[in-house]
């Protein structure tokens, strides 16, 4: 302990006594020295600096999964405005609005708290979303494929021939009625 | 308290902070952690948290004895009591939310990244970036950039975006 409280001293550390139940002396840096920061170095740069500079970067210091947790909760008007908060804000903005507000209403609780986060954002696309609506290219009607092309009109005249014969029958179904 | 009829024990675990704090607690309550709950299936009860401060740990150790007494008539006690866990200081928040990730302890990950959900709600770009301390990192090109790419999110037009904030 006297060893240790002596290179302490010549690299000016102060010694704080701990309270802890293993009696360990905690050693603060008064220079701040990057080779000594080890677990923390966030706590301890901001004892160095400036507390505007230590209170800055809170949001952006954290991980991505969870700035885009936090992106999800907010209102659906507050996206526009987080995207011009700065680069990284942006991004989870962007993968929150395609995540929750594309499949949800905007709502305080999250659609997927209880559905796995995954890790790899690449394979966002291949987990399903509980409770999202089912979206596809195709809308969904009664009609089959076949149906559609019988009863369909070309909009625009074109000298394709295959035109024809589908414009006769809409006729022949015209007078019908 | 153990009723007295039963004559298992509860199994204490040990947690010791980055700062060498311990700390007992029951396991039935720390694994509300998932980090923890893995410690213990692989059989240790002292559990070394390097990644969490002893100020975090003890909120922490708080807010989990708190929901591990989760019953059906409680819940609204316990919901008071999120309430005022939350009404702390960015840093703390910022600390929590952190060790909360590191011990994967999902509720509690819910509610602190709805707090500041709540805190970024209806604030304008320049407000967020001052509380949460942000610096704009767009140059004048690339706001425009964004502005001309993301027109879905301007139906309001260009109000929102505060140019004295460069």
Redesign the interface.
Do not use: W, Y
């Given at each position: 302990m006297a060893r240790g409280k002596k290179i302490c001293e010549n690299v000016g550390f102060r010694l704080v006594r701990?309270?802890?139940?293993?009696r360990?002396r905690?050693c603060l840096p008064d220079i701040a020295d990057l080779d000594f920061i080890s677990?923390?170095p966030t706590?301890k740069l901001c004892r160095q600096n400036s507390f505007s500079t230590?209170?800055?970067?809170?949001?952006?210091?954290?991980?991505q999964?969870?700035l885009i947790?936090?992106?999800?909760?907010?209102?659906h008007?507050?996206?526009?405005?987080?995207?011009?908060?700065?680069?990284?804000?942006?991004e989870a903005t962007l993968v929150a609005k395609r995540w929750h507000f594309e499949y949800s209403t905007p709502r305080?609780t999250?659609g997927f708290?209880n559905a796995t986060f995954p890790l790899n954002w690449s394979e966002s696309n291949d987990v399903e979303v509980p409770n999202a609506p089912r979206q596809s290219k195709f809308p969904r009607t009664g009609l089959s494929q076949k149906k559609l092309a019988d009863i369909s009109v070309a909009l625009f005249t074109s000298d394709d021939e295959e035109n024809w014969p589908r414009r006769e029958l809409f006729m022949q179904m015209d007078t019908k009625i | 308290m153990a009723s007295s009829s039963k004559t298992e024990q509860k199994k204490m675990l040990i947690l010791k902070s980055?700062?060498?704090?311990?700390f007992e607690i029951e396991e039935s309550i720390a694994v509300q952690s998932g980090t923890i709950k893995n410690m213990v299936e692989d059989d240790f009860t002292l559990i070394p948290l390097?990644?969490v401060?002893?100020e975090t740990l003890i909120k922490i150790i708080k807010y989990m004895k708190k929901h591990g007494e989760k019953t059906k008539s409680n819940e609204k006690d316990i919901e008071e009591f999120d309430k005022e866990f939350v009404k702390k200081s960015?840093?703390e928040l910022?600390e929590l939310?952190?060790a909360a990730?590191y011990l994967h302890i999902?509720s509690l990950?819910?509610l602190l990244?709805?707090a500041?959900?709540?805190r970024?709600?209806?604030?304008?770009?320049k407000a967020?970036?001052e509380i949460?301390?942000?610096?704009?990192?767009?140059t004048p090109e690339e706001?425009a950039e964004?502005y001309e790419q993301?027109k879905w999110?301007?139906e309001e037009g260009k109000e929102?975006?505060d140019h004295s904030a460069y």
């Open positions: 701990s309270t802890s139940f293993g360990k905690v677990t923390t706590k230590c209170v800055k970067s809170h949001l952006e210091a954290l991980p999964d969870i947790r936090i992106v999800c909760g907010v209102d008007d507050d996206l526009k405005r987080l995207f011009h908060v700065s680069k990284t804000i942006r305080k999250l708290m | 980055s700062e060498e704090e311990e390097p990644n401060d002893t960015f840093t910022k939310v952190l990730n999902t990950i819910d990244c709805q500041f959900a709540d970024i709600k209806n604030k304008s770009v967020i970036r949460f301390g942000i610096p704009n990192d767009f706001e964004v993301h999110a301007h929102h975006i």
